[in-house]
Nanobody, 114 residues
Framework: QVHVVESGGGLVQPGGSLRLSCTAS????????INWYRQAPGSQRELVAF???????QYADAVKGRFTLSRDNAKNTAYLQMNNLKPEDTAVYYC????????WGQGTEVTVSL
């Protein structure tokens, strides 16, 4: 019943910015925590950051100071603002909603390259 869609990925130069969106339907969005993961080519999936239902956040060391999470519960959407992007940020980014069942989006590709 839960449908999760990520968007906002693309190609950006080092030092640039992107804003990823995670929009959900079929769920009471406001009461659940949201995790963001990424998986680089040939690498394991890693937790990037999460935002709780009260909007408190935590970030992986690799992205601290550069990435910012937020959520707009009225729009059933969580955002991952990514600034000062580096080539090592290149990955497929996934949104996970910690609801009654784990609900994942399909991923959105981020490529940081010249």
């Amino acid at each position: 019943q839960v449908h999760v869609v990520e968007s906002g990925g693309g190609l950006v130069q080092p030092g640039g910015s992107l804003r990823l969106s995670c929009t959900a339907s079929g769920i009471i969005f406001s009461i659940y925590d949201i995790n963001w993961y990424r998986q680089a080519p040939g690498s394991q999936r890693e937790l990037v950051a999460f935002i709780r239902s009260d909007s408190s956040t935590q970030y992986a060391d690799a992205v601290k100071g550069r990435f910012t999470l937020s959520r707009d519960n009225a729009k059933n959407t969580a955002y991952l603002q990514m600034n000062n992007l580096k080539p090592e940020d290149t990955a497929v980014y996934y949104c996970r909603i910690l609801g009654p069942r784990d609900s994942w989006g399909q991923g959105t590709e981020v490529t940081v390259s010249l």
